[in-house]
């Protein structure tokens, strides 16, 4: 008797659903995922005769394990019922796929994330920069910190100047930190949490670290520190447009920055192009603050050892850079109490609130952090009342 051929009993062609659970089972062999995760699975073709073909994206060409995940593959997919044959095609990523896959797998678990840099982030994250070096940041920040905290905020201060690291003697946080499973515990002085390349570095040896370790070492501060809930972030940057305002950018693009001048002219005009990198990075400016401004004699006299209107012009100049108002947060007098209380590690913020330096930046501080932390746009986790 003989059969026709309509009649023969066929095994169904598998679904693209069953082949791709199957190539879901073939993990890369460098990044240990499932290539299907990776976006390494260029196209799937079934013939209605049960041929299957793959094409499958190399992360880079002349890929050393292209024979393994060949194989791995075609085992694979001929283990799909009705499968009758297997083809595999090789590619390679594009320069932007590439890119897609390191984004993917920093967002994974390959990295611990920025808290601060999250959507639902309630912190403020101030990065103090200025142009040219010894204007103040770093007694800027200190002080700032230490007067926020004594309005009773939450701070941190991460000194991201890893070549100078002079916060923790600023601040009188000379601790280590320790650590606890994989978090680093921050030391704190005076209610202000800090963490410092310093602590990291046996004694006062020098540091030579090249962009990717700094950006990596500024990535680990902000991500395996455990800072708690903080309302405001102070980063102490190095002084100029390095590398590390780059990372900052990168891993906080939701810092603002705030400049720090003297009333010099040149101070002031390396200042504006420091906070011109700001509009490349598309950061906000939050304001000038300017540095070392008069200095008041026993008799009541006020000398301008570095001139004047320096926080003024840059601040007009990044309004205009900028296109959005950038104001001048605040003049600090140069005041020698300042200065001891940075080299003692007791912020003159606390010690001598009502000196001039003190007020001035106590005032500055009340600015910065009284201001509405980032809400727009939170799910706040409520529903709205029923009217009726
Ligand atoms: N308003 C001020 N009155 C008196 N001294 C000040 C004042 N501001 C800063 N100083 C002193 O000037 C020196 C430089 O300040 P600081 O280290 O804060 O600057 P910086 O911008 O962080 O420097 P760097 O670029 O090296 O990081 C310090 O000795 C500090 O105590
Ligand atoms: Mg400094």
Redesign the pocket.
């Known amino acids: 008797m003989q059969y026709m051929a309509t009649d023969t009993p066929t095994t169904a062609a598998p679904s693209e659903d069953a082949i791709r659970d199957a190539l879901a089972t073939v993990n890369d062999p460098e990044i240990h995922r499932p290539i299907t995760e990776l976006g390494m699975v260029k196209s799937v073709d079934i013939a209605a005769d049960g041929a299957v073909s793959v094409a499958v994206y190399l992360t880079v060409s002349g890929c050393p394990m292209r024979e393994t995940i060949t194989s791995n593959v075609r085992d694979a997919v001929a283990g799909v019922e009705g499968v009758t044959s297997v083809a595999v095609e090789l590619d390679v990523m594009s320069d932007e796929q590439r890119k897609e896959l390191a984004t993917a797998l920093r967002g994974g678990t390959a990295e611990r994330e920025v808290p601060f840099a999250q959507p639902g982030s309630l912190t403020r994250v101030y990065a103090v920069a ?1 142009g040219k ?8 920040t200190v002080n700032l910190a230490a007067a926020m905290a004594a309005d009773g905020l939450k701070v941190g201060v991460v000194d991201a ?1 890893i070549y ?1 690291h ?1 916060v923790p003697r600023m601040l009188g946080a000379e601790g280590r930190p320790t650590q606890v499973e994989n978090m680093i515990m921050p030391p704190a002085a005076n209610g202000v949490k800090v963490i410092s390349i310093g602590m990291f570095t046996p004694g006062n040896a020098p540091v030579v670290w090249r962009g990717p370790m700094l950006h990596r070492a500024l990535q680990q501060f902000l991500a395996d520190v455990y800072w708690g809930d903080l309302d405001v972030l102070l980063l ?1 940057l ?2 100029g447009t390095g590398d590390i305002a780059i990372s900052v950018a990168q891993l906080v693009p939701n810092a603002e920055i705030l400049v ?1 001048t003297t009333p010099q002219q040149a101070a002031a005009e390396v200042a504006e192009r420091a906070g011109s990198i700001a509009v490349q990075t598309h950061q906000k400016i939050v304001g000038v603050v300017e ?2 401004a008069g200095l008041e004699l026993p008799s009541g006299e006020i000398v301008d050892v570095f001139g004047t209107g320096g926080g003024e012009r840059v601040a007009e100049g990044l309004t205009k850079t900028t296109g959005t108002q950038v104001p001048v947060l605040g003049s ?5 109490r ?2 001891e209380g ?2 003692e590690g007791r912020p003159v913020v606390l010690t001598d609130p009502d000196s001039g ?1 003190g007020a001035a930046i106590r005032a500055i501080a009340g600015k910065l952090g009284g201001r509405q932390r980032g809400l727009s746009g939170m799910s706040l986790g409520i529903t709205p009342r029923n009217k009726f």
């Not at 070096?133 to 800027?140: E, I, Q």
């Not at 600090?332 to 020698?336: A, E, H, L, S």
């Open positions: 200025s070096g010894g204007v103040g940041k770093s007694s800027v100047d100078g002079s102490d190095p002084p720090v540095n070392m600090i007098p140069i005041d020698v300042l200065r940075g080299d330096a």
